[in-house]
């Protein structure tokens, strides 16, 4: 079989196993042979003169480093040239063709984009740039909501560091008789919020998907089995007649209600911290995927786990999942719609265990 060549390179918001994919790929493919090329800072290690690339072994991203938070090939500069700023700025022709002509440039046979919604959908959009060669996309991101897949990369670390997060804040909450209002990453979509307040033993639980009522939730508070306690509350949560940080409105909510509490946000937290053991699985056998499909000669495809399976599904099926969403502004841009879906039986779960998830059932 011909040796072959592939690039490998992560865009979008960093999370925790991106460097365990990378890993797995380079160890995966020096079994078979093949070459490994790391593409710097995404998209913008091609727009150079010269395309920004490391080669990559197993001295160079060691096992023992793999577990690490971040990204060893870097996602990329604020404000560099992308498909979404191509587009701002008008020079979506040039920057296409620059791409097309550094990845002949590099030979590759295949190219893997470990990326989220935007970049993946993005690449489906602009699919002429990769004719030359075989793309496939492994998702990831800490918010979990990218549709025909039932996880991404990152999620699991990021519930993890959020959990660990509140354990620790749950101990001078209960020294002070105190609240603690946390505020959750994951844009529109609940699933951090949602499982790390379950883990931690939350007391209410607040998601974009489901509407809440603020004197339940501070009769709730009130009639609480204890004096203090974690609010969990995701950012993308709104509040009629209010604006700021949505932390910030429940804190100042329970504050009037003469509810004692303080805000905390882990932030970026989220995103960083060793890879969990289902995170570095989950990396594995996307790496191991992705590589099974460069043998057989799949393009245009992602990984996806189904029922503790994984396969591929092509790029289109993904796109035109009933959960995409165009973005008006951003020709190709699909966000998403893949949100807490009112049948989750975490959700029940979590009612069942006293906590105040909103207006449910
Ligand atoms: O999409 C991942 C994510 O971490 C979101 O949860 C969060 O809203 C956003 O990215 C933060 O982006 P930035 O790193 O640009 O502040």
New binding site residues.
Partial sequence: MKKKKIGIMTTG?DCSGLNTVIHRVVRGAALRGWTVVGILDGTDGLCGDKPRTIVLNEDVLPIENAKLSGSFLHNGHAGALNFETAIERGRVKQFNAQLRKSLAALKLDALILIG?NGSTSLAWANREIYSDLQLICIPK???MDMPVTERTIGFDTAVQQLTTFCDQLMLTARSHHRWFVVQA???DCGNLALNAGVAVGATAILIPEIKFNTDDLLAHIANAPTDYGIIMVS?GITLRGHSGRPADMIARKLTTAGILNRTAFPE?IQ?AGDTTACDRILATKFADCALNAIENGETYVMTALKCGDVHTVSLSEFVASGEMVNDPNIPGLCTSNAYVEPDNPLLSIAQDMGIYIGNYK
């Fill in positions: 918001g989220g991101t800490i918010d990453m994951g844009r950012e970026h995103r």
